[in-house]
């Protein structure tokens, strides 16, 4: 503040000493506003290069407006022929095909999903901003095999607003697959605004870009079997209690839940949550346990096996990849179109909630033992209590719901989903230099 004092002091005769009165002006304060030759000119130029700056300066971006432009929102690293991409890569192949932004597209089920839409003939755009959450090089080999299969990926974050908006105008999307999150239970207590950023800020802007679409598309994302937090009844139901999350991972997928309730309340937006149980398989994350179990058990390290309070057993319902992918891909086919346009609400949109797991749990001291007997070596294994940190014990989904209106029906046990996990895994890191191991 010591530095202002200059600068006050010279407006000291008007302003207000105290509310509601001013002092007056000296007499010869506009005497000093008489115009002089040299003043004019600089004034003059001054003028010039300001009107010169404006008309050279590019456009703002303008929420409301028909046409946005991408040039003040960074997106240096954006070719520029994307638009033309992202019009090529939409295209279906038949009239009857869908066109589908697929958000995550770089993500284990995002890049598996994707790829099931292209290969049945829809038509696909993806959009992943490539974070460092886990190793980048695993999410850009996932990006090679889509673009071989004419999947283009727009390399940007989905809080930015000005280029969904652009996106939504190039191309009109029937359905968004929303499969991009922050996630993992445990890395919250390191960073939990990165959960806030792309679980809550990331969804709502998406959102936005959705009721403000013309037509507006039917939208399915990704929540997760994480709201059922410290619910002790199992298997868990859809109709079961989701008030309790037990980490702020889950507590941001059951924002996203109420938040969609929301949207589809008011706007009519047509949505469709996915709880995903334990999803495993190739091209996985090497978060989870099955991933970096194998990585530790070919390399001799010392795996952690966690206990409940009193010995009890940790289990999860392993929900293998290709089974998600089909009641992916079977939510996207069964729903019905949203009944806004632009913003505002015509009628009641369709609101729907579904658990995809295997309903078979399995001990994860049996996870071990499997990959044993397919890695053939024994590892090196370690009990400890689970830590608090969100966490929990039991996973057993009920997918009666899921069967009926979906049709689904997973088909995969572990054993076998494990197998084919081994095989990628050496095929993909033994071609690698060995310190990847």
């Not at 010279?10 to 005497?31: E, M, Q, R, W």
């Not at 410290?230 to 997928?253: C, G, H, I």
């Not at 009920?398 to 069967?403: C, F, G, M, Q, S």
Request: contains cysteine.
């Amino acid at each position: 503040m010591t530095q202002l004092k200059p600068i006050l002091s010279h407006l000291d005769p008007i302003i207000p000493s105290s509310t509601g009165k001013f002092k007056s002006p000296p007499p010869y304060a506009f005497h000093r506003l008489r115009f002089h030759p040299r003043l004019t000119l600089w004034s003059f130029l001054f003028l010039f290069f300001l009107l010169l700056f404006v008309i050279c300066s590019p456009p703002a971006a303008s929420p409301g407006g028909k046409r946005r432009s991408l040039q003040t929102t960074g997106h240096s690293r954006l070719p520029a022929n994307w638009e033309a991409k992202a019009r090529n890569s939409a295209r279906p192949v038949s009239k009857s095909g869908l066109t589908v932004l697929v958000t995550g597209a770089a993500g284990f089920v995002g890049s598996h999903a994707a790829l099931a839409l292209k290969n049945r003939g829809d038509g696909v755009v993806g959009l992943d901003n490539f974070n460092t959450y886990y190793e980048t090089g695993l999410k850009k080999a996932r990006k090679t095999l889509l673009d071989r299969q004419g999947v283009y990926i727009i390399d940007a974050d989905i809080n930015d607003a000005v280029l969904l908006g652009k996106l939504f105008e190039i191309v009109r999307f029937s359905h968004v697959m929303h499969l991009a999150a922050q996630a993992g239970v445990r890395y919250a207590m390191q960073n939990p605004s990165s959960y806030i950023h792309s679980n809550v800020n990331g969804f709502v802007t998406l959102l936005e870009a959705c009721k403000n679409s013309n037509p507006q598309p039917a939208i399915v994302w990704a929540s997760s079997s994480s709201v059922y937090g410290l619910n002790s009844k199992v298997p868990f139901s859809e109709k079961d209690r989701t008030d309790q999350p037990a980490s702020l991972y889950a507590a941001t997928k059951k924002a996203g839940e109420e938040i969609a309730h929301s949207y589809n309340h008011i706007y009519g937006l047509s949505i469709t949550g996915l709880r995903f149980f334990t999803v495993y398989g190739p091209w996985g994350r090497p978060d989870m346990a099955y991933y970096f179990f194998t990585k530790d058990i070919l390399r001799g390290k010392e795996i952690k096996i966690f206990e409940g309070a009193d010995h009890a057993t940790v289990a999860r319902d392993f929900t293998y990849i290709d089974d998600v992918v089909k009641g992916c891909l079977s939510a996207l086919d069964t729903a019905k179109k949203s009944t806004g346009s632009g913003g505002k609400k015509a009628g009641p949109a369709q609101l729907r909630v579904y658990n995809l797991g295997n309903t078979s749990p399995v001990p994860v001291s049996k996870l071990v033992s499997i990959l044993e007997k397919l890695l053939k070596v024994k590892a090196k294994k370690k009990l400890l209590p689970m830590p608090r940190n969100g966490d929990v014990v039991f996973t057993h989904a009920n997918i009666t719901l899921a069967r009926k209106e979906l049709g689904y029906k997973p088909t995969t046990d572990l054993e076998t989903g494990l197998k084919k996990f081994v095989k990628w895994y050496i095929s993909y890191y033994g071609s690698k230099k060995k310190s990847a191991w």
